[in-house]
């Protein structure tokens, strides 16, 4: 540390002023404001989601092209000889085909998408909840019905016993008058006669009861029967013939001074039975009511607990329907959203196919082989293909579709088919190619064509764009994991790149371009729902909730909820707040 001698008073002046100056900038720094929030935006771009793996770089100067599956030629659009630039359209082949496969698996997509919105749009649970209330309604009114039907058979059989009761006693009055009267020996019961002296005669009523006829004056000892019905309880109500009979003793007719003369006797005797046989049959056809109007209620009671039995099953298929609907709802979702799912997939290979029915230059170059002509299938059966001589369009001579190989059989470049099996063949190129390997689960997600992003470890502010060229079919064991190798070739190149220098290849496999996306680093999650935070009136972040699509490695799309260009906060780093003299030895 160095140590300055200030002499003078200015000098003193001087060292004051700049101790003053130190310490008020101090201050100030350590009162400063906090800086406020970094601010992005709502934009479009590309949420993609990728896989890596780490790989060295080797020089190109060949590579063969080709197209991935077989298709017929329909123009070249390069000639053997021909410089050509990255991206340049080489060849295209019909693909009449490929947009049909492509139609297919939309169609597919649709339907599914609409079996999903179906469900999601299904009122089937609020149906569910309208049937049970609906059944318990009808549960609770099926009740009410029986209750009211029991109460008017109970009021039936209170008619039919009341109305009994009182035939029973007309029935009463009937035989005590034809006893005063002193007429026949005879017991009346249930519409039936018993005779007990010689001096009754029995008639058969017009409803088929048999009843006294009028007769002769009886003996004393003989008299007149009704047989009384029980009212005290109606489940044990006595039959005809096993109650006890009430008789009335006769009254017997003399010759005296004082009797009354046979004529009168008779006249008598005779409206008395008659009036008796009325009562009896009124007694037995109230008797046959009482009885109708039980066997009635138990029918009704009977027919009654089966319709509230069947309403209460109805009520218990409401519940599991409705139960079955909340279960069964979530996993119908799931499971078409897979469908879903698995659609959109097959769109994206028949879409991939429609793209590569176009050949591009992946880098820049010099052709020179071509293996096909227009009319001709190429692609993955190249054989039977003509080679085409540099700068035009004709064929090489003496070599027919049929010369496709050698007499070994190997389609290797020859004499007759310069480049082999490969449809065009690039020289001169000046870039490099990367070959990594995949772990299994990543290597089924990586196919030809698809766009790759290639770091340096020596170089870390460089990214350059690349393409899958290929990928093995067969896998080798690393450290007891299959991988399957893939060649990356770069389509930029950099004067700091040199051959073997480590880089790392992320081959994106999923795209999804020109979407509105934010950065995963700004968005928030609550449970299944997602926010940003977005500036309000007053600067401070406001929490603003939105539907998140696909979510990618480094974006979030966005289908609603925000709109293009609206401001978003980020999140701000913790910084260490810096303290005055830290860090230096002994003060300043």
């Not at 479009?44 to 896989?51: D, E, H």
């Not at 489940?235 to 096993?242: A, I, L, N, R």
């Not at 001709?376 to 064929?395: I, R």
Request: charged share 15%; hydrophobic share 35%; proline share 5%.
């Amino acid at each position: 540390m160095s140590r300055t001698v200030v002499r003078g008073g200015t000098g003193v002046r001087l060292a004051g002023a700049v101790s003053l100056v130190m310490v008020s900038a101090m201050v100030a720094g350590c009162s400063e404001a906090p800086r406020p929030e970094p601010v992005t935006r709502v934009a479009r771009g590309t949420v993609a989601t990728k896989v890596t793996a780490s790989g060295a770089l080797a020089a190109v100067t060949s590579q063969n092209l080709g197209f991935p599956k077989g298709a017929q030629l329909k123009e070249v659009d390069a000639k053997v000889g021909d410089q050509v630039r990255p991206g340049q359209v080489l060849a295209k082949v019909d693909d009449f085909a490929f947009r049909q496969a492509l139609a297919q698996q939309q169609a597919q997509l649709d339907q599914q998408s609409a079996g999903l919105n179906k469900i999601v749009d299904s009122n089937s649970v609020h149906a569910a909840k309208a049937s049970l209330a609906q059944a318990k309604k009808i549960l609770s009114a099926t009740k009410d019905n029986v209750d009211a039907q029991d109460h008017a058979d109970s009021s039936a059989i209170d008619r039919a016993r009341t109305q009994l009761n009182f035939d029973q006693s007309q029935l009463d009055q009937a035989g005590q008058l034809a006893s005063r009267d002193g007429c026949g020996t005879g017991s009346f019961t249930a519409g039936r006669s018993f005779g007990t002296g010689t001096g009754t005669g029995t008639g058969t009523d017009a409803d088929g009861s048999v009843a006294p006829t009028p007769s002769a004056p009886a003996p004393v000892s003989s008299g007149f029967a009704v047989r009384r019905s029980r009212s005290s309880d109606d489940s044990t109500e006595p039959t005809p013939s096993s109650e006890p009979i009430r008789t009335w003793p006769t009254a017997t007719s003399s010759s005296g001074s004082g009797g009354t003369t046979s004529g009168t006797t008779t006249t008598s005797c005779t409206t008395d039975n008659q009036a008796v046989s009325t009562a009896q049959r009124q007694v037995v056809s109230s008797q046959t009511a009482l009885e109708a109007a039980r066997r009635s209620r138990e029918v009704d009671k009977t027919t009654g607990q089966l319709s509230v039995e069947n309403a209460r099953q109805s009520v218990v298929s409401a519940q599991n329907t409705l139960d079955s609907a909340n279960t069964d709802r979530p996993s119908d979702i799931q499971g078409q959203s897979a469908l879903v799912a698995n659609a959109r997939a097959a769109v994206a290979l028949a879409q991939r196919d429609v793209d590569n029915a176009v050949l591009y230059a992946p880098v820049g170059g010099t052709v020179s082989a071509i293996n096909g002509a227009v009319g001709e299938f190429v692609g993955s059966a190249t054989s039977g293909t003509t080679a085409l001589a540099p700068g035009s369009e004709a064929s090489i001579p003496g070599v027919g579709a049929a010369a496709t190989s050698d007499s070994a059989g190997n389609n290797g470049p020859s004499a007759t088919r310069p480049g082999g099996s490969a449809f065009i063949v690039l020289n001169n190129i000046d870039t490099f190619q990367i070959v990594v390997p995949f772990e299994e689960s990543d290597a089924v997600r990586v196919a030809a064509n698809q766009q790759v992003d290639v770091t340096f470890d020596a170089v870390p502010d460089l990214t350059r764009r690349g393409t899958v060229l290929s990928i093995a079919p067969g896998g080798v064991n690393i450290s007891g994991v299959t991988n399957y190798y893939a060649t990356v070739l770069l389509n930029e190149t950099d004067p700091r790149l040199k051959d073997g220098l480590t880089a790392e290849a992320g081959v994106q496999v999923n795209a999804l371009n020109n979407v509105l996306v934010v950065p995963n680093g700004a968005v928030l999650r609550q449970g299944d729902q997602t926010f940003v935070n977005t500036p309000g009136p007053d600067g401070k972040p406001v929490r603003t909730p939105f539907q998140a699509g696909a979510v990618g490695d480094d974006t979030t799309q966005v289908l609603s909820g925000l709109n293009e260009g609206q401001p978003i906060l980020m999140p701000q780093a913790a910084v260490a707040p810096v303290v005055p003299g830290a860090g230096r030895g002994g003060g300043g």
